[in-house]
């Protein structure tokens, strides 16, 4: 096993892991389930009577594979449930495309008009489906079929008023052939990794970021031919599968739709330049990775996927220095930054207390903090301050707000408080992008505000009067 596999994946549910941290909470999946349901009973009900034909569903995408992630960098979750009109070549009714993206269209509009928990309806719809926006970062995309009672064949409508060949329960046959069964468990595991990585990687260039589909079709071959079979941690099969795509999309950009389909033969969908940018980005993925798997024990391995995973990966419970020493292959004692934190009810207010003893006792919801770096004298002078929260709690992750990273050279970083729970501010010293020292904070965060620093005036019949 790598020296990081304990941080990418336990057996513990109470552990904090990659995995736990990218994949939806069993609430949040709850959540997930009840919206979908109660829109696919909407439509199970309403459109047979408006269309005239049977009408079934399959729920489809990483939803149906169990590889969501959480929604990350103001991303939304991703449900994708296929409505299926059903009919024959005797049928007495039968639909164009165009008729039958109208009734999907028409169905959902007037679900949104009686759901608290619609936002907005995407009209006119997208080509390929129709969309509903919800609350709590989610939408639901409904591709429209007709599916032959005669064939068995499926074709999706177009709003352009094409039939395409389209079957998205091929592709779960397809997933659930390529492994063997007590693989998937773990290939999925790599594949939400890879995504988590791509949607921060990408986070300023969304252009350059691939698709759900392609990532999971490149993970899931290179998984099952470089780790199936191998009994290796985590951190090490996404070595391996990172090492086989990088190898593969060198040879040919191509990646072959596993599935039959008119329109994505070719699932990736980068433009030239886009391509470059991510391949480029897959490279460096694929460097941190070799460097990681090499590193003889937790804490250095951790220093080294951060830079792929940032604030998403958790740190072991240690505060020290991590200075690589390139010609031992190994990492050694640094000066540690010094950090002094003062809590306010306003940011650059009035500290109401000043923490200097390494964690932040407590804080109130919406407080202030504001973090100082003291000995940076002793740091070196070509040194970068760069602060990671790293969220944990159920309050946090209701949210999706896993935590965040800023490079901030100033005298003093704030914060706001705002969960409740036991976080993590990392204050990391970087030289040349390179870890170089980190000192590690908890803060604990109570969700009762803060009480008033003067309580208001009593009434005057409560207060005592000085005798005469």
């Known amino acids: 096993m790598g020296a990081a596999a304990g941080l990418f994946f336990s057996t513990d549910a109470e552990q904090e892991t990659l995995n736990k941290r990218v994949r939806p909470g069993d609430d949040q999946l709850e959540r997930l389930r009840e919206r979908k349901d109660d829109l696919v009973a909407h439509l199970k009900r309403d459109l047979p009577l408006s269309s005239g034909v049977a009408v079934s569903t399959w729920l489809q995408g990483s939803y149906k594979l169990h590889t969501l992630i959480r929604p990350l960098s103001k991303q939304d979750y991703d449900v994708d449930v296929g409505i299926y009109f059903e009919w024959g070549h005797s049928s007495d009714v039968k639909l164009t495309p165009a008729e039958l993206r109208a009734k999907l269209q028409q169905s959902l509009l007037d679900f949104a008009t009686n759901d608290q928990h619609v936002k907005d309806v995407e009209n006119p719809a997208k080509d390929r489906c129709s969309r509903a926006y919800y609350e709590k970062h989610l939408h639901i995309d409904l591709p429209g079929y007709h599916y032959s009672t005669d064939t068995r064949e499926t074709r999706l409508a177009t709003i352009d008023g094409a039939w395409e060949v ?95 389909s008119d329109q994505d033969r070719n699932i990736n969908r980068l433009g030239d330049d886009n391509f470059a940018r991510f391949m480029d980005a897959l490279k460096q993925l694929r460097d941190i990775a070799r460097n990681a798997v090499l590193a003889d024990n937790e804490p250095d391995a951790a220093a080294i996927w951060t830079e792929a995973f940032d604030y998403l990966l958790p740190l072991p419970d240690v505060t020290g220095m991590a200075e690589a020493d390139l010609a031992k292959g190994r990492m050694v004692l640094v000066n540690a930054p010094s950090v002094r934190v003062a809590v306010s009810a306003e940011r650059g207010g009035a500290p109401r207390q000043v923490f200097s003893n390494g964690q932040v006792d407590l804080a109130y919801r919406d407080e202030w903090l504001r973090f100082y770096v003291t000995n940076r004298h002793l740091l070196p002078a070509r040194a970068e301050i760069r602060w990671v929260v790293r969220n944990i709690g159920q309050d946090a992750y209701d949210e999706n707000d896993l935590g965040h990273s800023r490079l901030d050279n100033g005298e003093f970083h704030d914060e706001h408080a705002m969960y409740h729970g036991r976080h993590f501010m990392d204050c990391e010293v970087r030289v040349s992008g390179r870890l170089y020292a980190l000192t590690r904070i908890p803060v604990a965060i109570t969700r009762t505000q803060m009480p008033p620093r003067h309580p208001p005036r009593r009434p005057a019949y409560t207060q005592l009067r000085g005798s005469r």
């Open 166 to 260: 389209s079957d998205p329960e091929k592709m779960v046959d397809w997933f659930q052939e390529r492994l063997d069964g007590d693989e998937r468990a773990q290939a999925r595991r790599v594949v939400r990794y890879l995504k988590a990585w791509a949607a921060l990687r990408f986070e300023e260039d969304r252009n350059a970021q691939p698709s759900s589909l392609m990532l999971t079709v490149l993970a899931t071959d290179a998984f099952a031919d470089m780790v199936q079979g191998l009994n290796i941690g985590d951190d090490e099969a996404l070595q391996l599968v990172v090492e086989e795509v990088f190898d593969r999309l060198s040879a040919t950009a191509v990646v072959e739709n596993p599935v039959d």
